[in-house]
Nanobody, 125 residues
Framework: QVKLVESGGRSVQAGGSLRLSCGAS????????MGWFRQAPGKEREFVAR????????GYANSVEGRFTIASDHTRDTMDLQMENLKAEATAVYYC??????????????????WGQGTQVTVSS
């Protein structure tokens, strides 16, 4: 089992920047990838970005491509999400997630196994 803990969520003005962090502990050696999802009020959870632990390869949702960036340290047990030029529609609870399944990693509509408690991001216009 893997424990994930997010931090960094807060209120920010539209156009501003924010950095979220996620730390993983436990059986991290079993993980194929980590990623970020978000859920806005009244909406379904959606994929934001992912990070493949074997080589650091990243992937992003079209809505955040070019504005959000995943970064990790050399252990690949810590994952940050740098968010630039934030828009009001980015307001959501952001969740760090992890999976040991290559299939689930490339199919983010499928539920990943491990989740953090979430951190609130509020973007005001």
């Amino acid at each position: 089992q893997v424990k994930l803990v997010e931090s960094g969520g807060r209120s920010v003005q539209a156009g501003g920047s924010l950095r979220l962090s996620c730390g993983a502990s436990g059986r991290t050696f079993s993980l194929f990838g980590m990623g970020w999802f978000r859920q806005a009020p009244g909406k379904e959870r959606e994929f934001v970005a992912r990070f493949r632990r074997s080589d650091g390869n990243t992937g992003y949702a079209n809505s955040v491509e070019g504005r959000f960036t995943i970064a990790s340290d050399h252990t690949r047990d810590t994952m940050d999400l740098q968010m630039e030029n934030l828009k009001a529609e980015a307001t959501a609870v952001y969740y760090c997630a992890a999976t040991s399944s290559e299939t689930r990693y490339y199919s983010p509509t499928k539920s990943w196994e491990d989740w953090g408690q979430g951190t609130q991001v509020t973007v005001s216009s």
